[in-house]
């Protein structure tokens, strides 16, 4: 599994193709900023979550 530095770098890796037309890495980069990423940490902080807390 990748780590969030490694999800981060590849957003960062990706932003100097920034361009508003929905080309393959712009498609890549909004997946990583809309999915990956916050599933990620959504994972991350189930694991500091109080016990009976979902």
């Known amino acids: 599994m990748d780590t969030v530095r490694d999800l981060l ?3 960062f890796a990706l932003q100097p193709q920034f361009t508003a037309e929905n080309l393959p890495p712009m498609q890549r980069r909004g997946q990583l900023i809309r ?7 959504r994972g991350e902080m189930a694991k500091f979550a109080p016990p009976g807390i979902d």
């Open 9 to 11: 770098a590849e957003v």
């Open 35 to 41: 999915r990956t990423i916050p599933t990620w940490l």
